[in-house]
């Protein structure tokens, strides 16, 4: 046990990494509560208590048919799912603590392995909320139909990875001005409650509000899902492109952020805390 072991080739090290990276995926699966199923009939809880809270809402305002020519409840979980997805993996990856943990003193674990657990983990538990909830509907209510699963699926896994990017750059800037950054992650996520688009469809919204939501990827991921959803629905204010291209720049910049931060983070900047 006192044997340090060494990785003979880069076959072992990626095999290595990638043990590293699962154990500490399960590990960020377990940290909410102590027991894994109870963890994750939570979080299907949640997505699922989102999307009755707006379907009702659209009933109580009495539009819930003049908003697009498809089923109106693939319409709110195409919007739920991704908006989940995002901040969820925002908030893994920012509360990670892979600059700061007392766990990076002990080779071979590094910033990469943790950043890695945390948003796989928050991944996980939202494509199965995803999965479950879609497929109860789908066999007790009514067969869901869409044009392009594919589609879905890439705007969900982007809006993923968009929440990554965006995560290390706040992950970064954390141990510089801890609580600073804890609000500024609080003030995005909440921001994107009604940033994001999920409620509305693009091609509906007037002009003049347009730009209050076009700087977003998220608005532009959303729309995008729905026009795969849907096959009466072609968004024509949105594009994928924007949003894949914020994407690398803000992961490019997260990295660059966190190799700085990396470098010059010093232990001693807790103890006065």
Known sequence: MFVQHKNRNLFQAAFTTLALIHHQTVYNMRMGDRNAVVGLLLTILQS???VLAFYLMYYVLGIRGSLVRGDFLVFIMSGIFIFMTHIQ???AVSG???LTSNMMQHAPLNTA???SGAALAALYK???ACIVLMWLYHTIMTPIEMESWLGCLSMLLLSWLCGCGVGMVFLSLRPWWPKGAGIITMVYQRINMVASGKMFLANTLPGFMLPWFDWNPLFHIIDQSRGFAFINYSP???SVEYALWFTVTVIMVG???EFVTRNRV???WSMGK
Request: aromatic share 0%; glycine share 8%.
């Open 48 to 50: 699922s208590l989102m």
């Open 89 to 91: 993996a925002v908030g």
């Open 96 to 98: 990670s603590g892979a």
């Open 113 to 115: 392995i943790l950043i």
């Open 126 to 128: 939202q494509m199965l």
């Open 236 to 238: 024509q204010r949105t």
């Open 255 to 257: 990295l660059m952020a």
């Open 266 to 268: 010093s232990v001693s």
